[in-house]
């Protein structure tokens, strides 16, 4: 897969304004092969060590994937895995103090970007 070259707007809500400061997009792509994996909304300043389900704005299939995930199904819905090696990226979890689904990042998974750009530029 390719990373999107849309540009994607925020989502704002209770969580985000619980987060406070801006929202960005986090293109996530697998340590182990490089294959862009995601774009996420992060809420906040701090480290990712999460990602919520609602929170994963492409591609479009785990988008759809997402949407029937909440906190009473995200432990039947399997791990993130990366769609070319299957390299686990995040474990099922509920954020408790907002019974949120989420997926808790296996640490040295993934590589962040700010971009798709940023993305390609790495490559060459
Ligand atoms: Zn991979």
Request: charged residues 30%.
């Amino acid at each position: 897969m390719e990373f999107p070259g849309q540009k994607f707007k925020p989502t704002k809500d209770r969580f985000s304004k619980a987060r406070g400061g801006p929202s960005k997009f986090l293109y996530i792509a697998c340590e182990n092969c490089d294959e862009p994996t995601m774009v996420y909304q992060k809420d906040g300043p701090g480290r990712l060590l999460r990602c919520y389900a609602d929170r994963i704005v492409w591609p479009p299939e785990l988008v759809d994937q997402q949407r029937e995930v909440d906190a009473t199904t995200i432990k039947e819905a399997g791990a993130l895995a990366c769609g070319s090696c299957e390299s686990i990226l995040g474990t099922p979890m509920i954020y408790k103090q907002e019974d949120r689904a989420a997926y808790r990042i296996v640490p040295g998974a993934i590589q962040t970007f700010r971009s798709a750009e940023q993305y390609q530029a790495r490559q060459e």
